[in-house]
């Protein structure tokens, strides 16, 4: 099971645009003057100043790679960066689930931080609560295992069903029918007493339970 939630970042596709324009500029210019410096060198070349326009060819080389070294260094930090970064967790309060039904799934909408980076601002997040008349909770999240499609608890059919494909989950979020391989993930959660109000309410981290 994935450790995290897909969280794709608005920022990242802003980064790479700004990255791609970079690059395609750089490319641009560097041919220019690659262009202009070869068409200078072939006129020395033919006046009979050949070593020094092998000196100004080894020069210019050098400082075509150093550019190229310069423009990669940040492009290549922000494709592989991420391999190297942990992502931040934290935990987010869901609300007051004493009122939620037995038995019943039920939908609660949690503003979630997305993790390192530049700071950018949370993202809406489904958390399905399910609390069973033996105790026992969980807290799924509402994405398909198939294609990350958002599922929904279909009253009708007592069970979650996926618009995408047509796959199926039992109240528990066990995969029951259609192409999903497992079940519907569950947020790593905790619940506590507020001291004030005596309520029980429940916190979730942006981070997948690992151990279904
Ligand atoms: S994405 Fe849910 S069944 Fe395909």
Known sequence: MTAFAPLLRDSDFQAAWYYSAVIFAGIVLIG???????R?????????DRGLAAALAGATTV???????????????????????KRQTT?????????????????????MPIGSGPPTPPVDRVV????????????????????????????DLGQFLCPCHGGLYDMRGTNIGGPPPSPLPQWVHRT????????TILEVKNQYDESI
């Not at 220019?32 to 070869?38: P, S």
């Not at 609390?131 to 608890?153: D, I, P, Y």
């Open 32 to 38: 220019y003057g690659a262009w202009l410096v070869l």
């Open 40 to 48: 200078r060198l072939r006129i020395m070349w033919r006046q009979g």
């Open 63 to 85: 400082a075509l790679l150093m550019i190229t070294l310069m423009l990669s260094i940040p492009a290549i930090g922000f494709l592989f960066g991420p391999l190297f970064q």
């Open 91 to 111: 935990w987010v309060r869901v609300g007051d689930i004493d009122n939620v039904p037995v038995g019943l799934p039920t939908p609660f909408v949690v503003k």
């Open 128 to 155: 399905y609560v399910l609390k069973l008349a033996g105790g026992e909770m969980f807290s799924f999240a509402n994405t398909c295992t198939h294609m990350q499609c958002n599922v929904h608890w279909d009253p």
């Open 192 to 199: 506590m007493v507020d001291p004030a109000t005596g309520r």
